[in-house]
């Protein structure tokens, strides 16, 4: 497909929201599982750390 500017590439000749759409809805979900892995790894550093101290018996 070619394009004569920016304005129809971004349209995407009627199809642009669906594009575009798609894009922002899977970048939501990739930021969205980042934090979620980003939680989950600080909370199983802390578990470890209570067991650890916990064995240690502090």
Do not use: C, T
Not at 20 to 48: H, N, P
Request: proline share 2%.
């Amino acid at each position: 497909m070619n394009w004569n500017s920016f304005g129809e590439f971004l349209h995407m000749s009627g199809y642009g929201p669906y594009v575009w759409g798609s894009y922002g809805v899977f970048a939501l979900f990739i930021v969205v599982e980042w934090v979620q892995l980003s939680r989950r790894r600080k909370d199983i550093i802390a578990r470890i750390k209570r067991m650890a101290r916990m064995e240690r018996g502090d």
